[in-house]
């Protein structure tokens, strides 16, 4: 039986991810298609191959989040099947009204809350019974900037969007004044290159700090670096719109078009390695903590084989003892 319950919860689970799908995967395209810098095919395949790449730039920590929405010692495989089931039911009514939603927020919002439903009524452990059974708030771990749980993800609800409403207001003056013949702006971009330059020298990890290099050429291993990979992304978008403003007020406003419209594709490679490192792990997660579940109950299973045998991103059995 449970063994059934963790294929259903896998299948259902990629049934989530097709429907995320409906919410996501024209976002990173929009852009570009509306533009006709790509057609839409050669957008969806553009997308498709950052979104890949991201396995290799990010860690798991949104998987890790997603799997440990609530303590998997207290749970059992129905409780992950009615979050799942309750997340499908609300993406395809916000899909069907029109109404933009967070999938990821659905999820594990539809998993904390079947899981408070079992807290209260089968679970016996004072220490994880009613809603004690989620991960509200767990401090940051070494190296990490903030603390995780379902706190910080409700929070998050409300700051990105501001988040980006703020960014994007700064950005749009910053092109805004550059583009006028003034030597003040140029002034201005030239001192963030410098303190941007300062601010990657400061988080970026050098040879000698890296745990477990991936390559005997200490440039390789710097490089190509997971913790790097993500700053040297960040650097490359800000410093290519840091060498466009440089030369904003010079250009024709053809020429201009021509170059942005260029750059939306690097936007969009930008976006679709954030959406691969963060939205396309939350399913990840899900099968994670059904796995982990799953050997909770069945403490003798043989998981080297079947179905049940492939990887999930994240070392489950060290979930489990935790």
């Known amino acids: 039986m449970d063994f059934t319950l963790l294929i259903i919860i896998i299948l259902l689970a990629l049934v989530f991810d097709y429907i995320n799908g409906f919410h996501d995967a024209a976002n990173s395209i929009a852009t570009i298609v509306a533009t006709k810098v790509l057609t839409p095919f050669q957008a969806v395949l553009w997308a498709a191959l950052f979104n890949f790449m991201a396995y290799w730039v990010f860690g798991f920590g949104v998987a890790d989040t997603v799997a440990k929405t609530a303590h998997t ?12 089931i309750a997340a499908i039911i609300w993406n395809l009514i916000t899909w069907w009204k029109g109404i933009p939603s967070s999938s990821s927020h659905t999820l594990i919002g ?7 439903a079992h807290g209260f009524s089968g679970v016996t452990d004072p220490e994880h019974a009613g809603f004690k059974i989620v991960n509200w708030l767990k401090d940051a771990k070494e190296g990490e900037l903030l603390p995780s749980g379902v706190v910080i993800v409700i929070l998050f609800i409300v700051f990105a969007p501001l988040l980006g409403m703020i960014i994007s207001y700064f950005l749009s003056l910053w092109l805004m004044y550059s583009s006028k ?11 963030l290159m410098i303190l ?3 601010f990657l020298s400061t988080v970026l990890t050098s040879y000698e700090d890296i745990k477990k290099p991936r390559f005997d050429n200490h440039l390789y291993s710097f490089l190509f670096e997971p913790a790097n990979i993500k700053w040297f992304l960040v650097g490359i978008v800000f410093f290519s719109l840091a060498i466009f403003n440089l030369f904003f007020s010079f250009l024709s406003t053809a020429k201009a078009e021509a170059v942005l419209k260029k750059m939306q594709l690097l936007s969009s490679a ?3 390695l954030g959406h691969g490192g963060n939205d396309s792990q939350k399913v990840m997660g899900i099968i994670a903590a059904a796995v ?3 050997i909770k109950s069945n403490p003798n299973v043989d998981m080297s084989i079947g179905l049940v045998g492939f990887k999930c991103g994240i070392k489950v059995r060290k979930m489990v003892l935790k």
């Open 292 to 294: 982990a579940v799953y």
């Open 196 to 198: 941007a330059f300062w």
């Open 110 to 116: 539809g998993f904390a809350g079947a899981a408070i």
């Open 270 to 272: 930008a976006f679709s």
């Open 181 to 191: 013949k003034n030597i003040y702006p140029k002034i201005f971009t030239a001192v």
């Open 73 to 84: 010692s207290s749970i059992n495989l129905v409780v992950i099947l009615a979050g799942v």
